[in-house]
């Protein structure tokens, strides 16, 4: 009983969490003790890499050229949190929506340059992205791949093994039989405990179908990483905080950063809440946790200014708890 | 009877049962095919924008584009198909559930798209 309580707490996440995204830390305590060095050790020998300790962000929803009071300060604002970070993440994933969509010629593309000019400030290793529907809806990925490349790929990082999932190319929101068969194929070298990360624009699973937060394949994508026990899926495109878990799945949702839109539990109408002029980025803002005191120790480390600063112990990071649980060892 | 007697005896007996077709088919038609209601989709609304049908009532929804590729979508009604211009889309639905439905075109149409939507009424 011991040696479990032991492992639990060395698999504790040290999460910096911003409301604008999740800032992870994977494998915090990794190397600390003699435990957890031979857990890294055997997991390593399972995955074909020797997990270690890492941070990640996850930004989504800028909506490059919508006409909005907020304009892409958001996403500026959220470029200099990260590049002010004492420790800065080894990634950052943007989870689709980069830009809205216009039909004005040249001015889609003018967008996406402004959005990659921004994102290019960001002082990390790589910067990741999967399109939303207002990136890739109107002309099935085009531009998107013009500028990032492929709209779905997998790569593997200290030890995790992320997939980035396009659910808006195909105009419906679907991940269609193809990507699905890739998505299989792409899976089938992996261990069941291997810690895997999805990140897509739509929820996975019906939120809010009416709402158009849905992906009509989704448990036929989930049904393929059912066999995987520690999953996390990270999206946008509902412009709030989220989290569910659903069988082994962790899913969570970051905020946007242009504007927000309500609890779908509270309203039947989808609509943005009002923009508040005294508190520009109210619901956009960093949401910030210190993982061990829920004191603003860190809060003040990332100098959050002019941004709503929110305290919430567990929020985004749950799902690394449950991607580090040693299933079946 | 020769082969040619028999043959006009065929004919007439086929035209007296097409005209009592003729005559009796127009009531068959009313009692048996369903209601026919048009919707017409455009950048970024439904025409019209609310329909009402009744609870176990069999209705066919013709439906059309003016301009690009919509969708329609209403998961608790088992809608789910895509309007391409140029054609009409034919459903054929029987709500067996009294409510409000909002319906929602899922095939992304331009910047008005996530305001896409109609009202489908079933009543008891």
Known sequence: MKKDLD????????????GVGALYTVWPS?????EAAELARRLGAKTGERPTPFTFAQLSDAHVGFDGPIGTRA?????????????RPDLVLFTGDLTHDTEKPGEHAARMSLFKEISGRLQVAKVYHVPGEHDAGLDGGELFRSVFGPTSYSFDHRGVHFIALDNVSRAKPEVGAEQRAWLAKDLSRFHPTTPIVVFTHRPLFDLRPDWEWFTSDGDDVMNLLAPYENLTILYGHIHREDHHTIGHAQHFAARSLCFAFPDPDKVEDKKAIPFDKDQPFKNLGLHVIDRTTGSAAHADAVRVQEV????????????????LKPATF | MTRQSTFRAAAAGLALVASLLAVASPLVRAQDEPRVIV???????????????????????????????????????????????GRVTELTVTPDTAGTYRAICDHFCGAGH???KMTIVVRE
């Open chain 1, 308 to 323: 709503e600063l929110a305290m919430n112990e567990f929020s985004g990071t749950e799902g690394f708890n449950q991607v």
């Open chain 1, 7 to 18: 492992r639990r707490r060395f698999l504790k996440i040290a999460g910096t969490s911003m």
């Open chain 1, 30 to 34: 990794l190397g600390r003790s003699a």
């Open chain 2, 39 to 85: 919707i017409t989709a455009k950048r970024f609304e439904f025409s019209p924008n609310q329909i009402t049908l009744a609870k176990g009532e069999t209705v066919k929804l013709q439906i059309k584009s003016e301009d690009v590729t919509h969708g329609l979508f209403v998961r608790p009604l088992g809608i789910d198909t895509d309007i391409v211009p």
């Open chain 2, 114 to 116: 996530g305001g896409m």
């Open chain 1, 75 to 87: 996403l500026e604002k959220a470029v200099a949190t990260i590049n002010g970070l004492p420790r």
